[in-house]
């Protein structure tokens, strides 16, 4: 499906509400029954949600009769809204509430979640979002503790701020929890670890601090974990190593310290370990790498590594990015012949003085960039400016195959509850192409 682009640019506010009402459309456990049309007042109070964005002229009564048959709302634009949150917590089969790309001035029209009322919500809410709206500020309400059966919660990249609520910790059903690119601050609460059923955990980008709570070892379904681009600091925890399924543990630009932990070994699912710029310290020795046999990504550069590099990193047979640059690494790389062909750019080890390739190994195509040969110093620093531009290109492929992981999950619910439920969806058809509609 195209997107429409000049129709994008002639929008002020875009939103989008997805209702998901199966019961109130296809009636509950009535076999014979056909679709049934939605109550009066169900009707009624989604009309005048919708008219709460965008304006009385709207009306939903003669443009969708039928919001229980197809018929999506689409390119409608919200100007000024007021008042719209009584409405909202009126649609009590609410399954799905997401806003996407709407309240976008945090100077002139700053919105705030409301704290009240949610448990209005609270037997059908599966799903909350609310993506790129920098207008959105305040905290999270601690009244979101009501939703008990919320199994995605998504704060992506919205002006939210202060601490993360203790009562998100006790919304067990949740399998996705991303706050990522807002302002929170304070400490990842303790007890996140009885989230027993979470998949997906993305705190990253925030001003989180403290140290990562040992409960996290309890989180044991969970698959992918990234914290990274925050204030964390304290020891890498032992805990990790109950982890069994996780496959991205992405802690980079924190302050972690006091060197690599042995439970990272047994995180044997692991495909992403990425631990950069981070004061760790300690020496690579001390790892058996081997256990990782289904590591894809390691990134380990910038962490004041020392040591040798040992040779069993060269042996991961699914390895496709290794960064082990600006650390303090010494002696010789002994990486096999088929390892460097492999990785060629994605291997960065430059800038570690004491590090030297065995002239053997110094074929014109097996240079590793900015990495002297052992015993010579010359044309060091010649090599290094180049090495420095070409890794680069390496190091943004890497960056693409991460950063895009988790946001490139994000609507995976609401596609799915696609074939049985009413959409009314209010915004653009570009909300729909990211929707795979
Ligand atoms: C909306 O449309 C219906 C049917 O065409 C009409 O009866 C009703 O008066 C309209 N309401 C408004 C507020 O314009
Ligand atoms: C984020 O919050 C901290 C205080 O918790 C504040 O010092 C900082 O300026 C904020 N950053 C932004 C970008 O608003
Ligand atoms: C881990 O993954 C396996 C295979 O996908 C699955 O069978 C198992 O239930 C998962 N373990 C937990 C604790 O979720
Ligand atoms: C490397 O080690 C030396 C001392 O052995 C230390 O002075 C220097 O700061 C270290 N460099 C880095 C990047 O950690
Ligand atoms: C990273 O992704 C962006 C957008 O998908 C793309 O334009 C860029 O070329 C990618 N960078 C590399 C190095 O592949």
Redesign the pocket.
């Known amino acids: 499906m195209k997107c429409i682009k000049s129709m994008i640019t002639s929008i002020i506010y875009t939103m989008f509400i997805i209702l998901s009402m199966n019961e109130v459309c296809y009636g509950q456990e009535e076999p014979s029954s056909d679709v049934t049309p939605m109550e009066k007042q169900e009707l009624e109070a989604l009309y005048s949600t919708i008219q709460g964005f965008v304006g009385d002229s709207w009306n939903g009564s003669s443009l969708y009769p039928d919001p229980c048959g197809w018929s999506p709302i689409q390119g409608v634009s919200c100007d000024i809204f007021n008042g719209f949150w009584p409405e909202l917590f009126s649609l009590k089969y609410l399954k799905v509430l997401s806003f996407f790309n709407c309240f976008q001035s945090p100077n002139s029209l700053p919105v705030s979640i409301p704290t009240g009322n949610w448990e209005k919500l609270c037997e059908n809410l599966e799903t909350i979002e609310f993506r790129s709206n920098p207008g959105l500020i305040g905290s999270i309400p601690s009244s979101f503790g009501v939703l008990k059966n919320l199994e995605s919660m998504v704060l992506l990249e919205n002006g939210l701020s202060g601490r993360i609520p203790l009562e998100i910790g006790k919304l067990v059903k949740l399998k996705r929890l991303v706050l990522s690119g807002n302002n929170f601050s304070g400490s990842v609460p303790d007890n996140f670890g009885g989230l027993r059923d979470l998949l997906i955990l993305d705190l990253s980008r925030n001003s989180l601090s403290g140290k990562l709570p040992s409960t996290f070892g309890n989180m044991i379904s969970i698959l992918k974990i990234d914290v990274s681009h925050n204030f964390l600091e304290g020891m890498l925890i032992n805990e990790f190593s109950s982890l069994k399924n996780l496959t991205l543990l992405d802690l980079r630009n924190n302050r972690f310290c006091c060197g690599l932990v042995s439970s990272l070994q047994e995180m044997y699912s692991l495909e992403e370990l990425v631990l950069s710029n981070n004061p760790l310290g300690g020496d690579m020795r001390n790892l058996k790498w081997g256990n990782l046999k289904n590591l894809v990504i390691l990134e380990l550069s910038n962490m004041e590594l020392r040591g040798q590099i040992p040779e069993s990193l060269f042996e991961l047979k699914k390895l496709r990015f290794l960064g082990l640059n600006d650390n303090n690494l010494t002696g010789e790389i002994q990486f096999s012949k088929g390892f460097f062909g492999k990785l060629g750019r994605r291997f960065g080890a430059w800038s570690n003085p004491k590090l030297c390739v065995p002239v053997a190994l110094m074929s014109s195509n097996n240079v590793p960039f900015g990495v002297k040969p052992c015993h010579q110093q010359q044309e060091v620093h010649l090599v290094k400016a180049n090495a420095r531009k070409q890794i680069l ?1 390496g190091d ?2 890497m960056k ?1 195959n991460t950063s895009n992981f988790i946001p490139s999950m994000g609507f995976s619910t609401s596609a799915n509850s696609c074939f049985s439920s009413i959409f009314i969806i209010f915004g653009l058809l570009f909300n729909l192409c990211n929707l795979g509609v």
Request: hydrophobic share 25%; no cysteine; net charge neutral.
């Open positions: 290109n943004i492929n693409n």
